[in-house]
């Protein structure tokens, strides 16, 4: 007997006593576990969220920064100069604003634009759906703010905006209730890394291989 006819007699019996006119959502499913493991109320629950997501960014080597509204082109400028950065891809959706301060040249994404053209672009800058404090998680989902998937995976530095607390949630199934499932969701937990030859991590294997948040309190 192969392994698939074992899996397959495994799934048989466990479905010999359903009804065949049962429907897959026939029987309701008690869902009572814990949908999040932190504090979501009282004095400082928001700062604290905010802070845990800090702490579990950096933990996966992101690199994270905080500021208000009036500081938010400054810094954006001055970590596009540290990178030496000459030219940034922005999507289509970005607030003019955040690069109001003088710096690199501005490249738009272009449907055109081939994964070559997009690889000699140095930085790319963008904003988010939702973050995740418990598990450190940035999710983009296409919004114009954050444009095509390609454009956050090919060049080699992220720049990623986090509306702070409008845009943190405290876990995975609150961060579900927010996204919607036929959107292209993007999962990003640090930089790209891999580990798979001989243990040795390797990071910007399939993605940037430097990621920097921006916290912006509103």
């Known amino acids: 007997m192969s392994s698939r006819e074992v899996v397959l007699g495994r799934i048989r019996r466990a479905l010999a006593d359903v009804p065949r006119t049962e429907e897959p959502d026939g029987v309701p499913v008690p869902r009572g576990y814990a949908r999040a493991h932190v504090p979501s109320g009282g004095p400082g629950a928001t700062a604290a969220l905010v802070d845990l997501l800090a702490e579990n960014l950096a933990d996966y080597r992101a690199v994270v920064h905080r500021t208000g509204a009036d500081g938010l082109p400054v ?42 053209e997009l690889d000699r672009v140095h930085s790319v800058v963008t904003g988010c759906a939702v973050a995740i404090a418990e598990t450190g998680t940035i999710v983009l989902d296409g919004s114009p703010d954050q444009g095509r998937r390609r454009i956050t995976l090919v060049p080699d530095h992220h720049v990623c905006v986090v509306r702070v607390p409008d845009q943190v949630v405290a876990s995975v199934p609150q961060a579900l209730e927010r996204l919607d499932p036929v959107r292209p969701l993007t999962w990003i937990s640090g930089p790209s890394a891999t580990s798979d030859i001989e243990l040795d991590r390797v990071e910007g294997v399939h993605g940037p291989r430097t990621l920097e948040v921006v916290l912006l309190a509103q």
Not at 75 to 91: I, S
């Open 75 to 116: 810094l954006l400028c001055r970590l596009l100069a540290e990178r030496g950065t000459a030219e940034v891809l922005v999507p289509p959706g970005l607030p003019p604003w955040w690069l109001a301060a003088a710096g690199p040249v501005r490249i738009h994404d272009r449907a055109a634009s081939t994964p070559a």
